[in-house]
């Protein structure tokens, strides 16, 4: 029988899955308390809704940095689709195509880049790991440029990779198809691929290199938004890299507020981590998100059938949205208020 | 041996119904986070007893517009009765008679609504579905009005239906009596019947056709309340159609206050969902509500042992109700007050 | 191995005992909410320790009343512990006065007040209900009075029976012991014995037939305190009956400061619900409490060893609780402030 | 396997040692309420993170009463090793010292305290019980003295032994080896070895008799902290002694901020109670705390794998603790600030 929701994929994917990806792609950092946190935050968050509205369907397209996208729920950045299907990515943009959103690809993608953007149909953004070298840096920027892509983002997030330790223990059995083959042909010595602590200078740096718009992804601190828009960036991608990085920050929607407060209208503020449900996108746009990035999810449907399960779990978050708004008499994503959303007793 | 309380009959439905007739009953819509919470959010309600006021007895009867109740523990309108039992709806009423309160009937009843009219000894009200075709509403008022309901409850709650999961992974062997033929004689096209996206324009539309009071089912906001009461509506149910709209709603006895404080007396406030005590009951009214509603409950009485068993439902919750006032010190149901619950700690 | 701590009488006495005198001993009325909260309450308070003030022992000797017991740990009023043991409350009485303490006799005991006063070494106190017949509370009150009880308990929550379901559901097989053999020489129609509902008015009744001081038990409401102390009452026993007559109301230890506050010294306030800790104990007196009631762990005592099982169960709570008073760095229970108590994070 | 978490020892130890050992070292007192919240009131604390700082590494060097240590986390005192691993404190001392870091012995070693610091290649503090007899606890003071020890940790919240249920029942078949062999060469009478009701006269007779600094452990109340700066007091330990003296005290990193506030920069404060990551580190050195003690997960290590167990421990502690701080974007141990840690929703 299909899924009927987004968390029944979660179980097909395990058994679809690989133990040591499985391991990878569902382990989070630590204790794992941030990763569990962003789901559960959503559930201390209620929806008041409203009713006699005349309220038969609602409108979910907007735009995401110009781009025009059929509906607010975006695909997270996420390395090496390969693990979950061997068509790796470009199944993955084909779902996003198909299902009228934007994909943002990784700089640790199975696929290169272009390989990606030739299947697109849709928008794509690259995500940019600035590693030890610049100059690898704006090779990737460059080629991204050519290939299409709209937009930066750039993960800020990482200046050391979070320990996980799920995957960990299983480390030694990793399959040898987890392959970051999208940078095969980058030609580097092995140290300058390691993270690197990067600054607002670097931020600057890339600025001054692309005329692309460029996202932070991953901050939380309110401050550090208000510094985004002070060094010309024009989005920010609310994110705990999904409970990957440093376990106990807060889950990402408990970051939201502070920072679209922050942030004031000056650049689009997204979300990612922890959305498992139509509800959960109302959550966030509700509180001020221009849009969300879903993650594990699309690995999920990917892995469990390919491009068409990738595009199912795309199709129920909309459908689901798009039920709650009606259900909250909300017609249009881009008159939501914070007004909608409560914390529960 | 016979249930001590309403829980024990929720086991025994369970086993007497069809699981598809229980999926169908029991569901609520998505994570079915609000339908838990219904009845948990009572549990963070405490009663402060006071002792000494020579309370051996308390008074229960009330009034809902106008019909004078035994109790203030009403059936709510609920589909398909005769999932749970052949008779249907026509037992629960014979029950609702005997126990000397008053039912809602639903638009999508098993049974016609003169059918159960003919059966009932005490007051009913009609719930509407208002769906496509206003002739469709109209002639059902006009059917109400003759058969003797006394109240119209329009649900306003229900532009679209709630997707009930846990239903729909049984669906395809749902048993052939799951059967609407209330309106079997309506003579529509199947699109008629689908849900419509109502406004507070159809609620002066309904409000011109008929004299009957009515009721605004399915409301949580304290701003939609006073706007129910600006359109001259005479009663409002606090309720979250038991879960089983959208998910992620408040409980309905969290919403109550609000609600209580923005019709400020102007109307007739009522509560359904999670009510399995006679304290639950306590603290509705305590907190404003002039009666509650009780859903599965009388299912499950149903299914276990027809028309008795949905009046012991009822008569558990009255003697527990009485019970409760008695030991709080409360002779009536008319001076309960709010200072009666506190939120624990 | 010896019982090391008061919880571990429980599961002895469920073996020792009958399993429907279990069943009525061990229950709790409705969902068992508020006898669960009783116990639970006490974990959401912490004990903010001093140190280096050379407490090496600690006082515990008080006063209730006037009478003298070596620590503030008290008896309460139960009924038919003949349940329990043979021995009944003659054991119990004795093990009471072995440890130093006072006893609470209740209307309801399986011995008569002048078999369990005979057998008694320290303090009585004579827990009255009042139920239709005044001159049969009366002929009670006389008699305590020539057994030389030293104050009459009123039990005042209780104009009606709780109702205990865990016991309703083995209520056939109850064992025929089960018998308040106390009461077997009075002469009165069965439905004398039913509760009453009383009023201040019979409190005054009852103050001006005796010169015992009075104690009002089942006081949970600040305001009820306050017009205690109006009607000449010199004690009030903050209790939700064990929590087994009405579910949903406060965990006594939540209700005590505010009575403590109404009562203004007026009157000494006790406490019964949930100790099984001596540091529960501790908290209750910082809070204002003069004394503490223990029930139930007194019968699980006395059915797992007779006598010595209730006086260990006295000598475990005494030594927590004087070790809990060294290790606070408090030297006398007389000077417990409520500073010593705060509510977790 | 090499265990990936300070948490995966507790297992390997649980494995390796006697189980009345077991049972004695994992012991809290009474329900061990305290000694649970110690570790799980970290949890309740989140960690706002600050990004592109340039922090791709931290400085974890700092000192400890003048003392350099590679990293603000020691070893908190901890009784008779031996039970974990025959080699006892000299394995420990030996993994300190390897790991850049100090230890404070236990009066109640298994070694002497010359044997240990002759194991030594790092600071120790010695730690005091002072018994009944002043005589006993001035010669330990100058043995320690002379062995090089570095400062005196004086134990204030023991007046009395914490009743640790969970050891006394397997009590009776204690292995052999529990042996405190530190303090066999002291010719004292037994009862001079019980625990003292120590005043704040015994801290400054204490003071008087050596030039060693002086640190409080088991410190909880901010005005005895007050106090132990007036009594030139250099160094605070916020300790609830493991949870294993009162239970039902406070998480000992929830009273952390009160103390640091009362001290105001007059002495050192360090904490201990909890910690099993390097994100816990982080939050007490936030909040105020100059450096952090590990007590039981360093006997984890030394039962698992003896020295390199134990060091091992230290090793992961740290390195979490380092990349907790590159995430967090935190470059110094110095420069930590509250702000840097909320309290969860």
Chains 1, 2, 3, 4 share one sequence.
């Not at 940019?128 to 800020?156: D, H, K, M």
């Not at 960990?168 to 990793?174: D, G, I, K, N, Y």
Request: net charge negative.
């Amino acid at each position: 029988m299909e899924p009927v929701n987004v968390r029944e994929y979660e179980a097909l994917a395990r058994e679809a899955m690989h133990p040591a990806a499985w391991a990878y792609v569902s382990a989070g950092s630590g204790d794992e308390t941030t990763m569990r946190n962003n789901d559960a935050a959503f559930g201390q968050l209620e929806i008041m809704p409203r009713v006699l509205r005349g309220v038969g369907s609602a409108s979910l397209s907007t735009t995401v940095l110009g781009a025009v996208v059929e509906h607010p729920i975006l695909i997270s950045p996420m390395g090496v689709h390969g693990l979950a299907h061997p068509d790796g990515e470009c199944a993955t943009v084909r779902a996003a195509g198909n299902a009228g959103t934007l994909m943002a690809v990784s700089t640790a993608s199975s696929r290169s880049l272009e390989e990606i953007s030739a299947s697109a149909t849709g928008p794509l953004w690259f995500q940019l790991y600035v590693y030890r070298s610049r100059q690898f840096a704006e090779r990737l920027v460059r080629r991204a440029e050519s290939a299409g892509y709209r937009a930066i983002v750039l993960t800020v997030d990482s200046p050391r990779w979070g320990r996980k330790e799920r995957s960990m223990r299983v480390a030694e059995t990793l399959p040898p198809e987890l392959d970051y083959s999208s940078l095969d042909d980058e030609d580097l010595p092995e140290e300058e691929f390691e993270p690197a602590a990067l600054t607002w200078d670097d931020v600057d740096w890339l600025r001054s290199l692309t005329d692309l718009p460029l996202v932070l992804k991953g901050i939380l601190h309110p401050d550090d938004a208000a510094l985004a828009v002070e060094h010309g960036v024009t989005g920010i991608l609310v994110s705990n890299h999904g409970g990957r990085q440093l376990d106990g920050v807060p889950a990402s929607i408990e970051a939201l507020s502070n920072v679209v407060d922050a942030v004031g209208g000056r650049a689009e503020v997204y979300l990612d981590g922890g959305i498992r449900r139509g509800t959960d996108v109302l959550k966030a746009l509700a509180l001020g998100a221009k849009a969300v990035f879903v993650g594990r999810p699309i690995l999920w449907g990917l892995a469990a059938n390919g491009e068409a399960g990738a595009r199912h779990v795309l199709e129920l978050l909309r459908d689901e949205l798009e039920a709650a708004m009606v259900l909250a008499g909300q017609p249009d994503v881009a008159t939501l208020d914070p007004d909608l959303v409560m914390r529960r007793h």
